[in-house]
């Protein structure tokens, strides 16, 4: 229930003006409250309970004759209205904080962990602050973007996490002006603020493309699932994945140094890049690759577009799913391991199905919510 729903049942309630099904969802709201961890304010509980049986079996009451509802303007005993003050509290508590233990996170959201452990949901077309563990404002949300300020007040790095959920993207600037572009199925851990002196270190789980702000005194190095990219000011873009057998980085624009944990920067093995070259971590035999591509090949998910070209089955299929935040299930063996061309972009994954039955055959059929490949 939204802020300005519960505030116009409330205000309903207390003119008589509540119907019984808007009774209903005010009750069921309160039963959620309950279910939640205490707040503060009940310190008692047994009183609780006493406050919560008055101002019920009150509206209860009410509800029934609705002739005399209508006529008769409510009065709240003192009892029922302090529970009402507390309800109004515990609902804005809730609201605020999303690390309360019973705390459920909407299903398919992004999500953005504080610097002290708190949860935050990202609601894709809302406006909102971050703040830091003293309660400044560090970054502020925009719709599909947030942006983190400059300040230099950090004296100590202190990490927040972003998370995009399968079937959507999100864009991120850090402090230094690098921007972030989230695929989905990606997280991100980054500094509040980078600290002088120090390297400009974040972690990528899943895919990213970076637009690197230049700054030749602090190296910005990414760690993704074992692997490290090192650069100075460019862009690139890393697909890490767990489930995916490789780490693949992807250079646009600039230079950048591949070296696993193990090595350390400077090492021999220390595997450079340039422009239109990807870099391929085999997490299994721990070295690195390189070939020559189209690096718009690599890129244009940023577009909202999906561009195979001689790519694995297996493969399309996981792109499909994080794409379209869908389950998809092969029972055709045969396709495992064969390569396909395709290019889609913003139609439903109903038209992508069909194009590839089309122009390859593929069988596929909907059950039980999940896509079975024949």
Known sequence: MQEHEFKKLLGKYLDGSISKEELELLEKFEQELDKANDQPHFENESHKKAIKSSLWTSIHTKAQDSRKRRSIVWKISGVAALFLILLTTGYLYMEQSSTNTNFVIPENAITLQLENGDVKVIHEDGQAEVLDANGNVVGKQDGERLKYSNSASKKELAFNTLTVPRGKTFQLQLSDGTIAHLNAGSSIQYPVQFI????????????????????????????????NVRVLGTQFNVSAYPEDETTEVVLVEGAVSLYTEEEGYGSEKNVNLKPGFKGSFDKIKNNIQTSKVITGLYTSWIDGKLVFRNMTFSNIMKKLERHYNVNIINNNSDLTHEEFNANFGNEPIEDVLMELKANYGIEYQFLDNKIIIE
């Open 196 to 227: 002088p002196g120090s390297d400009r270190l974040v972690s990528v789980t899943g895919e990213a493309y970076l637009d690197v702000a230049k700054d030749p005194e602090h190296p910005f190095v990414v760690n993704a699932n074992g692997l």
